[in-house]
């Protein structure tokens, strides 16, 4: 058994996997883990596959026939990991000097420390947010809809851990899976990711269950990892919404029941036909005709979707 295994799941993003793997690298070359890195590449179309293969051999290349989803492709790399810790780490982020070890040594800092998550700086090295607590049925209805910016400030704020110094280190609900470190013991007693998610809050419903199951979850302020952004859902942008708020639906669904999930999925489809109004009004008042159409047609296909959870 190896100390740390890395997942990496891929998908069109040749040069930041590239990017990636080099920061990898660099920290294991001055570091004493034994470490293993496992790239799942979930069919992409661009050069990534033989990018991994001709500039980072050493890596464990897991090249799937279809785009399966970030979860079941993390899944899959699980399923090939002998460290004793875990990380699974988005393409499109940098690891800094010491961060490796700097998380496993928060681990290490208690028998029932089982996540653990970075601080994480955007690419032009402002604090990223990453770390939570658990959301509520009203977090559900403001966070990442268009009326976020109303939401009730102390809201937003606690669900942010806003209270705590980005440097600090502490107890945390979840953090998210940009950067998420985790010993082995909990995967195997939790099971994997839920393949159910195919995009979006898996990692909240995996630290849940974790917490459910008498782990703790820490957020490490020293140890730090850059993340450039979502690239890969970046290429779907209706897509993604829609796998957003499904996720947000199946865990709504999940943690707070049946009748809470179908009241937040008619606010929802009632916030996207508001939308969807709005954008095709102004349109035809001639402002900005092209963005409208193009956001008319996004909210359509949410619309048309239904937001249906499975």
């Not at 268009?146 to 980005?166: I, M, N, S, T």
Request: net charge neutral; charged share 25%.
């Amino acid at each position: 058994m190896v100390d740390l295994s890395i997942i990496i799941v891929s998908w069109n993003v040749a040069d930041l996997l590239a990017a990636c793997l080099d920061s990898v690298f660099n920290n294991l070359h001055r570091s004493t883990l034994d470490t293993e890195v496992i790239v799942v590449d979930s069919a992409s179309s661009d050069h990534s596959v033989a990018m991994v293969e001709n500039r980072f051999p050493s890596v464990q290349l897991l090249a799937c026939d279809e785009n399966i989803g970030f979860a079941r492709a993390n899944n899959l790399g699980l399923q090939h990991a002998r460290g004793r810790y875990i990380l699974l780490l988005n393409p499109d982020t940098e690891v800094t000097a010491g961060a490796l070890e700097r998380m496993v040594q928060e681990l290490e800092t208690g028998p029932q420390v089982g996540a653990v998550g970075p601080h994480t700086l955007n690419s032009d090295g402002t604090t990223q947010s990453t770390r939570r607590r658990f959301p509520t049925l009203l977090t559900a209805c403001f966070e990442s809809t268009w009326l976020q910016p109303w939401a009730p400030g102390k809201l937003l704020r606690d669900y942010r851990v806003e209270d705590r110094d980005d440097d600090d280190s502490f107890d945390v609900d979840w953090v998210q899976g940009s950067a998420l470190m985790l010993r082995r013991e909990v995967y195997e007693e939790i099971g994997g990711l839920d393949p159910d998610y195919v995009m979006y809050s898996e990692e909240l419903d995996w630290c849940r269950r974790a917490k459910a199951a008498g782990w703790r979850v820490r957020y490490a302020g020293d140890a730090v990892i850059v993340h450039h952004g979502g690239r890969s859902s970046e290429q779907a942008q209706a897509r993604s919404q829609i796998h957003f708020q499904q996720s947000k639906l199946r865990y709504v669904r999940i943690w707070h029941g049946e009748r809470s999930a179908r009241l937040l999925r008619l606010f929802l489809l009632l916030m996207f036909l508001h939308q969807l109004l709005l954008e095709a009004a102004k349109g035809l008042l001639g402002h900005k005709r092209p963005l409208r159409q193009q956001r008319v047609r996004a909210y359509w296909q949410v619309l048309r979707s239904g937001l249906r959870v499975t």
